[in-house]
């Protein structure tokens, strides 16, 4: 069974960000709309847990704007850096 790792995300605070932490938000551009989120977001690589991947933790969104996949949007190229330089300083590099 495929597994998947997912870290924490939060609207709350964008703008404060912490050692092992990356944001996406709208001044990204297309980066930002292929990311399926609908205001700035940060991603903190220090809060993690790794899941099943299963209908109990992934289905597709009410509505399934994007049909019947749990996936929302995609990380575009253009904000590999910005992860890479979070997960440099992040709990998840060993």
């Known amino acids: 069974m495929y597994r998947v790792l997912v870290v924490y995300g939060t609207s709350q605070r964008t703008d404060n960000l ?4 990356f944001r996406i938000g709208p001044a990204d551009g ?4 292929l990311a399926g989120l609908s205001c ?3 991603f903190n690589l220090n809060a993690s847990v790794e ?3 299963s209908d109990t933790w ?3 969104p009410p509505g399934a704007p994007n ?3 749990p996936k929302l949007g995609v990380m575009h190229s253009s904000l590999y850096k910005r ?3 979070a997960l440099a300083v992040s709990s998840l590099n060993p």
């Open 58 to 60: 992934f289905t597709p």
């Open 51 to 53: 899941l099943p991947y």
């Open 67 to 69: 049909g019947q996949i």
């Open 83 to 85: 992860f890479q330089s």
């Open 40 to 42: 700035a977001t940060k």
């Open 30 to 33: 297309d980066a930002f709309t």
């Open 18 to 21: 912490y050692a092992g932490e």
